[in-house]
């Protein structure tokens, strides 16, 4: 193995082993048994295979068939027998290992393929199995919840989300060290400071940032942070200089005002 090649145990080459598909019900019970092992019953029986051969018809295309009945089943209505349907043209395949400790080898040649559905004596178990995974997919998990004297705050549109196309497709900018006065001041949450713009963007339609800066008491680089996603800034024309509220939050205020 120092020379980077892998050693393949090729002991087991010409078994012939079986492939079949199984349902997830069955897989699972496979699983919790082997789970269960232990030194007193290292490999224990997990199910049983039932060869029917019709006498009459030695050669017919369904004088041979296959059963299959597990040897211990979850409660409820968990199928027990099983019909297994044999292919008899599929490509040609061989099985792997790996332990462990990291060995391969070869495990054998599959020699016939299954499907497995559950058997016609267990059709209504296996129906009601159905309906029991249907009927719990249909519940629901969220509930609704009625908020009193909200006055509409979790109504409003969040920033960023109106009409689900993002407002602002800029990354945000780290953060860098406050200076000055801002050192004093502590970030309110950001839902309450958005509140508190929006109730002073009713008081009037346009503000400089060092006018929200003392109106809010927040820190400059974090209020500009939220103006970013609410408000648009004003670059030239009479309220250059200035603030003021995106039209889908401005139209959301004034809908609010007249409500």
């Given at each position: 193995?120092?020379?980077?090649?892998?050693?393949?145990?090729?002991?087991r080459?010409?078994?012939?082993?079986?492939?079949?598909?199984?349902?997830?019900?069955?897989?699972?019970?496979?699983?919790?048994?082997?789970?269960?092992?232990?030194?007193?019953?290292?490999?224990?029986?997990?199910?049983?295979?039932?060869?029917?051969?019709?006498?009459?018809?030695?050669?017919?295309?369904?004088?041979?068939?296959?059963?299959?009945?597990?040897?211990?089943?979850?409660?409820?209505?968990?199928?027990?027998?099983?019909?297994?349907?044999?292919?008899?043209?599929?490509?040609?395949?061989?099985?792997?290992?790996?332990?462990?400790?990291?060995?391969?080898?070869?495990?054998?040649?599959?020699?016939?393929?299954?499907?497995?559905?559950?058997?016609?004596?267990?059709?209504?178990?296996?129906?009601?199995?159905?309906?029991?995974?249907?009927?719990?997919?249909?519940?629901?998990?969220?509930?609704?919840?009625?908020?009193?004297?909200?006055?509409?705050?979790?109504?409003?549109?969040?920033?960023?989300?109106?009409?689900?196309?993002?407002?602002?497709s800029?990354?945000?900018?780290?953060?860098?060290p406050?200076?000055?006065?801002?050192?004093?001041?502590?970030?309110?949450?950001?839902?309450?400071?958005?509140?508190?713009?929006?109730?002073?963007?009713?008081?009037?339609?346009?503000?400089?940032l060092?006018?929200?800066?003392?109106?809010?008491?927040?820190?400059?680089?974090?209020?500009?942070e939220?103006?970013?996603?609410?408000?648009?800034?004003?670059?030239?024309?009479?309220?250059?200089?200035?603030?003021?509220?995106?039209?889908?939050?401005?139209?959301?205020?004034?809908?609010?005002?007249?409500?």
């Open positions: 193995m120092d020379d980077g090649r892998i050693v393949l145990e090729t002991g080459a010409e078994r012939s082993v079986w492939l079949m598909k199984c349902p997830p019900v069955v897989s699972r019970s496979w699983q919790s048994s082997s789970a269960s092992a232990d030194s007193s019953n290292p490999n224990p029986v997990v199910a049983k295979v039932v060869l029917s051969l019709d006498p009459l018809r030695p050669d017919g295309p369904s004088s041979l068939q296959f059963k299959m009945e597990m040897a211990q089943t979850d409660s409820g209505n968990t199928p027990k027998s099983y019909t297994l349907n044999m292919f008899k043209d599929f490509v040609p395949m061989c099985v792997f290992s790996e332990s462990n400790q990291g060995k391969f080898s070869l495990e054998g040649k599959v020699e016939h393929k299954f499907d497995m559905e559950p058997h016609s004596e267990n059709f209504g178990d296996y129906g009601k199995l159905c309906r029991e995974r249907t009927n719990k997919a249909m519940i629901k998990t969220r509930q609704v919840q009625v908020i009193d004297n909200d006055h509409g705050v979790l109504m409003r549109p969040m920033p960023g989300m109106v009409g689900l196309v993002p407002s602002g800029k990354d945000k900018k780290k953060l860098t406050t200076k000055g006065s801002d050192a004093k001041r502590t970030r309110r949450d950001r839902r309450e400071l958005e509140n508190i713009i929006f109730k002073l963007f009713e008081r009037q339609p346009n503000w400089a060092k006018q929200l800066v003392q109106e809010t008491d927040q820190p400059e680089q974090f209020l500009k939220i103006l970013n996603d609410l408000c648009v800034y004003n670059k030239r024309g009479p309220n250059q200089g200035t603030h003021e509220l995106k039209p889908e939050y401005k139209k959301f205020s004034e809908e609010m005002d007249n409500a």
